[in-house]
């Protein structure tokens, strides 16, 4: 059975850090890009991050470029997300997401964290 599972959101002031992780089980996790999304309420979901299968290049939304940093480590089936300076606009829900690098409709989400940027 397919699982991403979620952890390190809470709550945390401006400027400050969290480092957001995702254990995988249940597939071919080397096989699957991985992906950072993120909802603010009312808002629409956000692609923020992602890495390709292999690791190597990446790419963000262009504002946390500089602030925050995705990596994975397929030995242990983890994709982390790394952020500082975080800003109150960085709040929402933040949820990972596996697409396989060859079949897109192969696609399994998480059940989000959540991290509020706040004083």
């Not at 975080?86 to 991290?115: M, R």
Request: with cysteine; charged share 15%; glycine share 12%.
């Amino acid at each position: 059975q397919v699982q991403l599972v979620e952890s390190g959101g809470g709550l945390v002031q401006p400027g400050g850090s969290l480092r957001l992780s995702c254990a995988a089980s249940g597939f071919t996790f080397s096989s699957y890009a991985m992906s950072w999304y993120r909802q603010a309420a009312g808002k629409e979901r956000e692609l923020v991050a992602s890495i390709p299968s292999a690791g190597g290049s990446t790419s963000y939304v262009g504002s946390v470029k500089g602030r925050f940093t995705i990596s994975r480590d397929n030995a242990k089936n983890t994709v982390s997300l790394q952020m500082n300076s975080l800003k109150p606009e960085d709040t929402g829900v933040y949820s990972c997401n596996a697409k396989h690098k060859s079949i897109p409709f192969w696609d399994y989400w998480g059940q989000g964290t959540q991290v509020t940027v706040s004083s």
